[in-house]
């Protein structure tokens, strides 16, 4: 892989070889300041950087450009996440411009959730682009110094850019090549969606391997803990390209009273241990939505500390 491209810690301890450690810090609904920099302190010295989403399931939220600029003045680094169902291919370069200015050294790309999803279901959405495309835009103005029409940029950026990568859609055999497809477009990490299937995703992991894609860029696998059997079900059933295995349905079942969110952590523990000794994996992105508090817990359990 290349030498650093950015000023980003991420960047840094990936490159350094060592175990990376990301997590979710979603906006809130609103302007409340206080509500952020109160999830920004939980996981403040657990991790090496936190994603800060962009409107998640369509629905409104504060800014990633301004939630990620209050993360950068709270001491933590931010992973922006931009989706291309609100922007043109304008407004995505200069809201690409706008981040670097206010010290944001990380991009996630995303194509977005439908609005139909969310609390504006008849919203016009733009789609002018898609994940991959978007990629390509941003690696040419950070590697080329133009712009998506080939004009020159005043003033380089120098920004560290992921891509999601969901192992568990289908058709299958087409989940790696979709991922080769965002690696040669300029994506230098990748968050999985959230792990469950094991065996499955080992598989996928196997095949990315197969095709060097572990030595193009940095794979981290995404894990979610369970807070009860419900849950479990709930997304087994209802949630698109997730999977848990009944095994893991029964094991929350089979928690004491009161203790299943316990034992959701203890699952994600025994996860953490599980990817690290798969090969191509190069961190771990924890997504514990709504769940900051436990950021500490988990990575101080799973031997995780202290961040470098």
């Known amino acids: 892989m290349e030498e650093m491209r950015s000023g ?8 350094s070889g060592q175990f990376a450690v990301t997590c979710e810090c979603g906006p809130p609904k609103g302007a409340d300041v206080e509500h952020l920099e109160k999830k920004v302190n939980l ?19 504060m800014s990633s450009i301004g939630a990620s600029a209050i993360l950068v003045r709270n001491g933590v680094e931010p992973v922006m996440q931009m989706v ?27 194509t977005g959730d439908h609005q139909s999803f969310g609390n504006h279901p008849m919203a016009k959405n733009v789609f002018d682009q898609d994940s991959i495309q978007l990629l390509d835009m941003v690696r040419t ?9 080939g004009e020159p940029v005043e003033g380089g950026i120098k920004m560290f850019l992921g891509a999601a990568a969901n192992p568990f859609a289908d058709p299958f055999e087409f989940r790696v090549i979709r991922l080769a497809k965002k690696i040669n477009a300029g994506a230098d990490f990748i968050q999985t969606q959230c792990i469950y299937d094991m065996d499955r995703f080992k598989e996928f992991m196997r095949m ?13 696998a995404g894990l979610t803990p369970l807070k009860s059997a419900g849950m479990a079900n709930y997304m ?10 009944d095994a893991l349905i029964q094991r929350m079942k089979g928690a004491p009273k009161g203790k299943q969110a316990d034992e959701g952590i203890n699952i994600l523990l025994d996860q953490i241990r599980e990817v690290r000794e798969i090969p191509g994996i190069a961190g771990v992105h924890i997504m514990a939505i709504e769940w900051e508090e436990k950021v500490a817990e988990i990575t101080e359990r799973a031997g995780l500390l202290p961040r470098p």
Not at 141 to 149: H, Y
């Open 43 to 61: 996981v403040k010295g657990f991790v090496d950087a936190a994603n800060v989403t962009d409107n998640q399931t369509a629905v409104v939220r």
């Open 8 to 15: 980003s810690n991420l960047e840094r301890v990936l490159r």
């Open 141 to 149: 103005i950070r590697d080329e110094g133009k712009l998506f029409n």
């Open 236 to 245: 087994n059933k209802n949630v698109a390209g997730i999977t848990i295995p």
């Open 208 to 220: 990315a391997c197969d095709m060097g894609l572990d030595k193009k860029c940095f794979i981290l």
């Open 84 to 110: 291309t169902r609100d922007r043109n291919r304008i407004a995505a370069q200069s809201d690409v411009f706008g981040a670097y200015a206010l010290g944001i050294r990380n991009m996630l790309c995303l």
